[in-house]
């Protein structure tokens, strides 16, 4: 079984940038992993999504362009690089992680709640 810490979160100004981490130990192996969000009142929703054979990242419509996924297999860590964060950025941010599937399933489906096994506890994002 995957155990999934996340860190790198903070408080942050409007504009500003931050670097999540999601470390994996345990059975690390995770064929596609995601980083996901949840606001307060709201459904956890997509943020980004990587199949971790290749190098196809997969991102939501609000966070084009202002967030990267990445992921070093020589740490078993996967990253989120967001800039010019914004208010509505603001959320608990998850990683995900499942096992044993092929690069077509993680582009039709990585940015879904449901493709996934494992979680982590979640790290603060708040931007003001």
């Known amino acids: 079984e995957v155990q999934l810490v996340e860190s790198g979160g903070g408080s942050v100004q409007a504009g500003g940038s931050l670097r999540l981490s999601c470390r994996a130990t345990?059975?690390?192996?995770?064929?596609?992993m995601g980083w996901f969000r949840q606001a307060p009142g709201k459904e956890r929703e997509a943020v980004a999504s990587?199949?971790?054979?290749?190098?196809?990242?997969y991102y939501a419509d609000g966070v084009k362009g202002r967030f990267t996924i990445s992921r070093d297999s020589t740490q078993n860590t996967l990253y989120l690089q967001m800039s010019d964060l914004k208010p509505e950025d603001t959320a608990m941010y998850y990683c995900?992680?499942?096992?044993?599937?092929?690069?077509?399933?993680?582009?039709?489906?990585?940015?879904?709640?449901?493709?996934?096994?494992?979680w982590g506890q979640g790290t603060q994002v708040t931007v003001s």
């Open positions: 990587i199949y971790t054979a290749g190098t196809s990242t």
């Open positions: 995900g992680g499942t096992p044993y599937i092929r690069a077509w399933y993680c582009e039709r489906d990585g940015l879904l709640v449901s493709t996934y096994d494992f």
């Open positions: 345990g059975n690390t192996f995770s064929s596609c």
